[in-house]
């Protein structure tokens, strides 16, 4: 029965999903870094080649190196912890808490903001390498932002630089993640039953890779705009509000720069998304046996 299936979905192990997550998030991170500095360029208001065009695309990989294994571990060992406990059926009741779709959702949700404490900070580092600002390397953007701290407003400030577009970034995360992840399990879903599998037993890595590809590219189409506006935002000399930057696209520029970047955004995303739900359930069969 569909309770049923919902109720026996296989739950990784807090420490499964620690340690999968990591790797995943390190693997898609250092594989694809080179798409990201393109999509970046593209989106910056200075303009592609201003930006630095096709050369140093792999300016500010350090701190993707430092913020990929925590900042996807926080997510994956939020996520299953969350969904586990949304999928318990009460003691009074045989269905579970919500339904299993809204249980990925909020999930997801949640695992966002989690792994956003980690990612926000050396996403801003990374983005402003990548532009070319500040010699174009991790270590130098990262001395600009705490060199303010005697010049600009204490540690405070430097707190606030770090996390420039945290609003913005879980704005954009939460509805990929929305999108992502419910299609991502139901596919899962779908081909446990197609594979007349136990729904106990979950799916090989390939065929994780392959839905979790589809998944990320239709997820990263439809927020395109949400990630223009992020890495606006974040390459900002002055600190803006979200509606300042989205007003003065609209207004200067028109609807066109709001879709910059869509090919290899949907085109990182799309493998990404198979190298990294891919090798996460790869890490998890694996340490359950299942391999």
């Known amino acids: 029965s569909p309770v049923a299936g919902a109720m026996s979905t296989p739950h990784p192990s807090f420490q499964s999903a620690l340690l999968a997550g990591a790797l995943a998030g390190t693997t898609v991170d250092l594989s694809l870094f080179p798409l990201d500095t393109l999509k970046t360029r593209l989106q ?8 630095g065009g096709f ?51 909020i999930a997801g949700s949640v695992g966002e903001v989690a792994a956003c404490s980690v990612r926000v900070p050396t996403e801003v580092v990374k983005q402003r390498a990548q532009a070319g600002l500040h010699g174009g390397s991790s270590r130098g953007a990262l001395a600009a932002i705490l060199a303010q701290r005697s010049s600009r407003g204490g540690a405070a400030h430097v707190w ?36 007349g599998h136990d729904t106990a037993t979950d799916v090989p890595a390939l065929e994780s890779a392959l839905y979790g590809s589809i998944a990320g590219a239709v997820a990263a189409g439809l927020t395109t705009p949400l990630d223009v506006l992020k890495t606006r ?40 998304g198979a190298i990294f739900l891919g090798s996460y359930q790869f890490v998890v069969n694996t340490l359950s046996g299942l391999s």
């Open 55 to 105: 050369s140093g695309i792999y300016r500010g990989i350090g701190s993707a190196v430092v913020g990929s294994a925590p900042g996807a571990a926080f997510f994956f060992c939020t996520y299953e912890a969350t969904k586990s406990l949304l999928l318990r059926a009460p003691s009074s009741s045989s269905s579970p808490l919500v339904p299993e779709p809204v249980a990925h959702m």
């Open 160 to 195: 606030r630089e770090l996390y420039r577009g945290w609003g913005i970034t879980v704005f954009r995360e939460v509805p990929f993640t929305m999108i992502q992840f419910p299609l991502w399990e139901a596919m899962k879903a779908w081909g446990r039953r197609r594979r």
């Open 233 to 272: 935002v974040m390459l900002s000399e002055k600190r803006v509000s979200v509606g300042a930057v989205f007003s003065d696209i609209a207004r200067n520029e028109g609807v066109k720069p709001f879709f910059a970047g869509l090919a290899p955004r949907v085109t990182w995303i799309s493998i990404g």
């Open 44 to 51: 910056s208001s200075a303009g592609f080649f201003p930006s």
